[in-house]
C-alpha cells in the first residue's frame, strides 16, 4: 500500500478498518483511472485512488498494450476518421464527441511523450504515437506521474459499496485491504469510477480483475447504463493461451481440421463465421499470409502473443495452431454506465464514470473493433472525469467531509456468521457463465434464447439477494459474482428490447438492421431491470441535478 497522507488529509484507525478523507476518489488504476487522478490532482485538490490489483500493473492494458486513436489535427484526416466510424457503429456514435476524444488524445499523447514515454520512430525518424505497445511501461510512467502529482494509492484495496450523504449524492466509498484484513472508508467530494469493463472472468489476459464492479456500485446509487446490449464481443485466441490479439490474425488462414480454409473466417468481421465452426468442431489457423518483414514487425511490436508458441515450440507462420474465441464483453464491447454530460459526469450526482466502465457509444456507437479507440477513450475521458470530480468537490469546499453517510452495497457486503446462509459464489459465477459466454446464446442471439437466459438470471439474483457472505475474506468475490449478475442482466434484458441487428448485436430473429431503432438504449435497476428508449441527444450544460431516472419499460419485480 502506498501512502502520502500529507497531500489527502486526516487518517484515523482502528482494529477493523482504515478511514481517509480526500476531496476526489478514483476506483479503479488502469489507463482512464490513472489519467482521473492526475488530471484532478493538478487542480490542486486532494486526491486518493484505489485499486482491485497494483496500481500499475493489473488490468488490461499493463498486460498487454494497445494501439490508440492518434490522429494529427489535419482536418482532411480527422475527417476521414470520424467519417469511417458511423457505419461501423450502426450510426450511433456522435461527431462532436468523437471531434473532443481525437482532440484531448491527441494532446494526452504528446503529454505522454513529454513525460518520457519511448514511442517508436518511423524510418524517417518521426515518432509514432499511434502504439502503445508497451503497456507496462505506459501504467509504470502514469503511476509515477500520480504520485508525483501527490496522489495516495491504495494498491490491493477493491471497493465493495458508494457511500452516499442523505441528499443521494455520492460521498466516497469504502472496501477491503486484502493484504493487511482491513476494510477501508474514504469520505470524499466526488467519486471517479474507473473499474474497467466485465469479461465474465473468461480467461482473457489482464482481464481478471474486470468483473462489473464499477456498474454495480454506480446501479446501487442510482446511475443509469447505457449500450448494454451491445456488451457481447468475442476475440479470437490461441486455444492455450489468454492473449486476444486480434491484429496478428490479419495475417491468418483458418482451416477445418482437416486443412480445408474456411470461407469468409477472419478475426474481425468475419469471427462469426470462426464461432459458428467452434460449436462443432475446432478451428485453426496459421499466421502463413505475413512477409517475412511482417513476421519481424509483429513480433517486435506484439511480442507477448508470440511467448505461448516459443514456449510450445510452434512456428505460427508455418505450422497449424488451434483457436478459440474468448468472450471480452463490455472491455471491448461500447455498453457501460451512462455519461449524462461533456464532463463524463453519471445521472447521480458527485459520481463520475471514465474509461471502460463508461459507455463507449459516443465515439464507437454498437461497435467498437480494435483496442485504439478503447485506449483514446480512456485518455480523454479519464482526463474530463477527474477534472469535473475536482471542481464539483472544490464547490463543495468543507462540507464535503461534514456530511453524514452510509454505504449502499446492497448484496454480498456484511459478513454473516450464520454458515445456513452461505453466499455460493464459484457456482453464482458459473451459473452466469454458462448463460453469457456460449456463442449459440450471447453472439448468435434470438429472442427465446434471451428470454430464458434472462428468466434464470433473474431466479440467480432472487437466490443470491436472500443470502449473505459467511467470511470475510469471501467478499470480493462474492461482490464480483454480484456484478456479474447484474451485468449480465442489463445485457440481455436491452437485446430484447432492441429488436433488429445493428453493430455487436447481431439478433437472428430481426436480422436487419431497423432505421426506426437508431437510438441509444439505457438501462438499470437492481431488484427491478428496466430499459428504455434515450430521451434526447446528451447535452453540453446538462447539470446532474436535472437527470432524472426513466421509468421502465422491461421489468421483473422481484
Known amino acids: 500500500m502506498s501512502t502520502n497522507l500529507s497531500q489527502t488529509g486526516k487518517i484515523s484507525t482502528s482494529s477493523s478498518q482504515l478511514e481517509l478523507e480526500?476531496?476526489?476518489?478514483?476506483?479503479?488504476?488502469?489507463?482512464?483511472?490513472?489519467?482521473?487522478?492526475?488530471?484532478?490532482?493538478?487542480?490542486?485538490?486532494?486526491?486518493?485512488?484505489?485499486?482491485?490489483?497494483y496500481c500499475g500493473s493489473s488490468g488490461a492494458t499493463a498486460a498487454a498494450g494497445t494501439s490508440v486513436w492518434y490522429i494529427p489535427p489535419d482536418p482532411q484526416q480527422r475527417e476521414a476518421a470520424i467519417a469511417s466510424r458511423e457505419p461501423v457503429g450502426g450510426f450511433l456514435c456522435d461527431r462532436r464527441w468523437m471531434a473532443r476524444v481525437l482532440d484531448r488524445t491527441y494532446t494526452n499523447l504528446n503529454m505522454l511523450a513529454d513525460w518520457g514515454y519511448p514511442f517508436p520512430v518511423d524510418d524517417e525518424g518521426r515518432?509514432?504515437?499511434?502504439?502503445?505497445?508497451?503497456?507496462?511501461?505506459?501504467?509504470?510512467?502514469?503511476?509515477?506521474?500520480?504520485?508525483?502529482?501527490?496522489?495516495?494509492?491504495?494498491?490491493?484495496?477493491?471497493?465493495?459499496?458508494?457511500?452516499?450523504?442523505?441528499?443521494?449524492?455520492?460521498?466516497?466509498?469504502?472496501?477491503?485491504?486484502?493484504?493487511?484484513?482491513?476494510?477501508?472508508?474514504?469520505?470524499?467530494?466526488?467519486?471517479?469510477?474507473?473499474?474497467?469493463?466485465?469479461?465474465?472472468?473468461?480467461?482473457?489476459?489482464?482481464?481478471?480483475?474486470?468483473?462489473?464492479?464499477?456498474?454495480?456500485?454506480?446501479?446501487?446509487?442510482?446511475?443509469?447504463?447505457?449500450?448494454?446490449e451491445f456488451s457481447n464481443a468475442y476475440a479470437v485466441s490461441h486455444a492455450f493461451s489468454s492473449v486476444t490479439k486480434r491484429g496478428c490474425f490479419r495475417w491468418a488462414t483458418f482451416t477445418y481440421e482437416d486443412g480445408t480454409v474456411i470461407e469468409g473466417a477472419d478475426a474481425h468481421k468475419g469471427y462469426p463465421v470462426i464461432a459458428r465452426v467452434l460449436l462443432t468442431q475446432?478451428?485453426?489457423?496459421?499466421?502463413?499470409?505475413?512477409?517475412?518483414?511482417?513476421?519481424?514487425?509483429?513480433?517486435?511490436?506484439?511480442?507477448?502473443f508470440?511467448?505461448?508458441?516459443?514456449?510450445?515450440?510452434?512456428?505460427?507462420?508455418?505450422?497449424?495452431?488451434?483457436?478459440?474465441?474468448?468472450?471480452?464483453?463490455?472491455?471491448?464491447?461500447?455498453?457501460?454506465?451512462?455519461?449524462?454530460?461533456?464532463?463524463?459526469?453519471?445521472?447521480?450526482?458527485?459520481?463520475?464514470?471514465?474509461?471502460?466502465?463508461?459507455?463507449?457509444?459516443?465515439?464507437?456507437?454498437?461497435?467498437?473493433?480494435?483496442?485504439?479507440?478503447?485506449?483514446?477513450?480512456?485518455?480523454?475521458?479519464?482526463?474530463?472525469?477527474?477534472e469535473a470530480a475536482a471542481s464539483f468537490a472544490r464547490k463543495l469546499g468543507n462540507k464535503a467531509n461534514q456530511r453524514s453517510v452510509q454505504g449502499i452495497g446492497g448484496v454480498a457486503v456484511r459478513s454473516h456468521n450464520d454458515s445456513d446462509r452461505n453466499f455460493p459464489s464459484t457456482e453464482i459465477i458459473r451459473s452466469v457463465q454458462a448463460e453469457i459466454l456460449p456463442y449459440d446464446r450471447n453472439l448468435f442471439r434470438t429472442e427465446q434464447g434471451l428470454s430464458e437466459s434472462l428468466s434464470r438470471l433473474?431466479?440467480?439474483?432472487?437466490?443470491?439477494?436472500?443470502?449473505?457472505?459467511?467470511?470475510?475474506?469471501?467478499?470480493?468475490?462474492?461482490?464480483?459474482?454480484?456484478?456479474?449478475?447484474?451485468?449480465?442482466?442489463?445485457?440481455?434484458?436491452?437485446?430484447?428490447?432492441?429488436?433488429?441487428?445493428?453493430g455487436l448485436h447481431k439478433h437472428l430473429d430481426?436480422?436487419?438492421?431497423?432505421?426506426?431503432?437508431?437510438?441509444?438504449?439505457?438501462?438499470?435497476?437492481?431488484?427491478?431491470?428496466?430499459?428504455?428508449?434515450?430521451?434526447?441527444?446528451?447535452?453540453?450544460?446538462?447539470?446532474?441535478?436535472?437527470?432524472?431516472n426513466p421509468k421502465s419499460k422491461i421489468g421483473v419485480a422481484l
Not at 146 to 174: C, F, N, R, Y
Not at 361 to 370: D, H, Q, V, W, Y
Open 22 to 53: 480526500t476531496d476526489v476518489l478514483v476506483i479503479g488504476g488502469g489507463p482512464a483511472g490513472t489519467w482521473a487522478a492526475w488530471s484532478a490532482a493538478v487542480q490542486g485538490v486532494r486526491v486518493i485512488l484505489v485499486d482491485k490489483g
Open 458 to 502: 433473474h431466479d440467480l439474483w432472487k437466490e443470491i439477494r436472500n443470502s449473505e457472505v459467511v467470511e470475510e475474506s469471501q467478499l470480493v468475490q462474492a461482490r464480483e459474482a454480484t456484478a456479474m449478475v447484474a451485468t449480465a442482466r442489463w445485457m440481455y434484458a436491452s437485446a430484447l428490447e432492441r429488436t433488429e441487428t445493428r
Open 127 to 228: 515518432p509514432y504515437r499511434r502504439s502503445l505497445q508497451q503497456g507496462a511501461e505506459y501504467m509504470r510512467l502514469m503511476r509515477k506521474k500520480i504520485k508525483k502529482a501527490g496522489v495516495q494509492i491504495l494498491d490491493h484495496s477493491p471497493a465493495l459499496e458508494l457511500l452516499v450523504d442523505p441528499e443521494g449524492m455520492v460521498a466516497g466509498a469504502a472496501g477491503v485491504c486484502r493484504q493487511i484484513g482491513e476494510r477501508w472508508k474514504v469520505r470524499a467530494g466526488a467519486v471517479v469510477i474507473a473499474t474497467g469493463g466485465c469479461a465474465f472472468l473468461s480467461k482473457v489476459l489482464g482481464c481478471n480483475v474486470l468483473t462489473g464492479d464499477g456498474y454495480l456500485m454506480a446501479a446501487e446509487a442510482g446511475a443509469q447504463m447505457s449500450g448494454m
Open 306 to 386: 508470440f511467448l505461448p508458441f516459443d514456449r510450445m515450440g510452434i512456428n505460427p507462420f508455418t505450422q497449424r495452431f488451434p483457436v478459440t474465441l474468448r468472450l471480452e464483453g463490455t472491455v471491448r464491447g461500447t455498453g457501460g454506465i451512462r455519461i449524462v454530460d461533456d464532463t463524463c459526469a453519471s445521472s447521480v450526482p458527485g459520481l463520475y464514470a471514465a474509461g471502460d466502465a463508461a459507455t463507449r457509444e459516443l465515439i464507437c456507437g454498437a461497435f467498437t473493433g480494435g483496442g485504439k479507440y478503447n485506449a483514446a477513450w480512456a485518455t480523454s475521458s479519464g482526463f474530463w472525469a477527474g
Open 510 to 548: 430481426y436480422p436487419q438492421p431497423d432505421p426506426n431503432q437508431q437510438h441509444r438504449l439505457l438501462s438499470g435497476g437492481l431488484d427491478q431491470v428496466w430499459v428504455k428508449t434515450e430521451p434526447s441527444v446528451i447535452k453540453t450544460e446538462i447539470t446532474q441535478s436535472q437527470v432524472q
Open 282 to 304: 475446432p478451428v485453426y489457423a496459421c499466421l502463413d499470409k505475413a512477409t517475412p518483414e511482417e513476421q519481424e514487425m509483429m513480433r517486435t511490436v506484439q511480442h507477448n
